[in-house]
């Protein structure tokens, strides 16, 4: 049960900071009730100002609370409420880092924003290193830029998971490879982290020659020493664009490494595996698409920590489309043609699901590999396709339906990576593009509706 009290605006002490503006309100929540609005301020909660959605959460777990809003017209008001323990104000913000979000002050040597042309969108060039990113988004930090106030905070609220960038335990090494004239030891945080019971997953960026081979191996055993805190070492290649200017020399892993680099690390999962009962180090995909060896099996992924790190998404939906095949029809009610238009590795990853798709009567289903013409050769994932990538891509297709994943498209917007909106694509190619999520069940779904068809 949800009781409000409002209070008079002369009761109101008016907070001399900027409130908190609320982005949007969940319908039949007590903010809801309270008639609380998109763009309205929150100015307190008990007497406090958050500083972040972590102290929102924490302080909003009451079950009184005195909510201090200031409305879009600058009138304050407050609310007493009433409410279950743990119930949800239901406000939505723009940020969840209210004072600021904590920006990256190193200078790796592997950092795509630094390999980013100048005329792109503002937000693309913003790095952040902020703890609170990491625990509540799953977003890399280095730890190289923590206060010893941020390290309590984090110890004394539980924040766990944390997502750690080490790239190597060589300290000397790891200063090189995030751009700084000092030594990055990691492993003392790690250890303090691990005694506080805070669960962590690891990320490597292989870069070869620099933190491969015997480097590498070094760098997993030091971490497995912390399992099950250290839960997952994810290894993921050296992303390189064409706009790579003025940084230090890198290059892409060959086929040979690959192949190579798949091997070594099996010895080191079935070796934890015995020990540990999981694989514990992951490769990305592309390692595999690279190597031109098959992904490993479900089971191996344990869960598939390191996900969102492009560890395990091929496998992932496969298992989901072979669960999916017993429900394709053999026919579909109507002809149709479709185009599925994704990356060079997506589309090796697309191929057999593809050859299943063709066996659909009255549907005929085409592939288009998308090379990346924006930012170069090198680059072939899929979620790094432009909108003019697509451009090109679509030029000899004009009046077809194109299937899209919705990861090429900025999260809330209709916009590609380089600006280009998704109705400007549609016009300038003259095709229909529909947006699906990366998953087999949007993909089946969205072909089979296509095609007349009812799952």
Known sequence: MIMVKKD??????????????????????????????????????????????????????????????????????????????????????????????????????????????????????????????????????????????????????????????????????????????????????????????IKMHIQVVLCPDWNDGAILERTISDLAAFWPHVASVGIVPVGLTKFRQHLPYLRSIT??????????????????????????????????????????????????????????????FYEDFQKLRRFLPKKARRQRRLFIATSQDGGRVLLPVIRRLWLIKNLDVNLISIPSTFFGPRITVTGLLTGQDLLWGLRDIKGEDVLLPRILIRKGTSLFLDGLDVREVEHRSGCAVHLLDPTAAALVEHICMLGGVRL
């Open 8 to 197: 008079g605006a002369n009761n109101v002490k008016i907070c001399k900071k900027s409130g908190i503006i609320v982005e949007s309100i969940v319908p039949g929540s007590p903010a809801a009730y309270c008639n609380i609005n998109r763009g309205d301020q929150l100015l307190a909660v008990n007497g406090i100002r958050p500083r972040d959605l972590i102290a929102y959460r924490y302080l909003c777990a009451e079950e009184n609370l005195n909510l201090k809003i200031r409305r879009q017209n600058g009138q304050p008001v407050t609310y007493q409420i009433n409410k279950g323990y743990d119930t949800d104000l239901g406000m939505v913000f723009s940020t969840d880092c209210f004072d600021g979000v904590k920006h990256c002050r190193n200078k790796c040597i592997f950092c795509f924003v630094d390999q980013l042309p100048g005329h792109l969108r503002s937000t693309l060039y913003e790095k952040d290193d902020d703890y609170r990113q990491s625990f509540l988004h799953g977003n890399y930090i280095t730890l190289t830029n923590l206060q010893e106030n941020e390290i309590s905070r984090i110890l004394k609220l539980k924040l766990s998971p944390l997502y750690i960038s080490v790239h190597t335990t060589d300290p000397e090494l790891r200063g090189r490879m995030l751009g700084l004239k000092r030594h990055a030891p990691v492993l003392d945080m790690i250890s303090r982290f691990a005694e506080e019971g």
């Open 255 to 316: 086929p040979t490494e690959s192949r190579k680099l798949i091997s070594r690390l099996g010895n080191f999962q079935q070796a934890f595996c015995k020990k540990y009962g999981v694989s514990f180090v992951y490769l990305a995909d592309e390692f595999y698409l690279k190597a031109r060896y098959p992904f490993p099996p479900y089971e191996q992924y344990d869960g598939f920590p390191q996900l969102e790190n492009g560890i395990g998404p091929a496998r992932l």
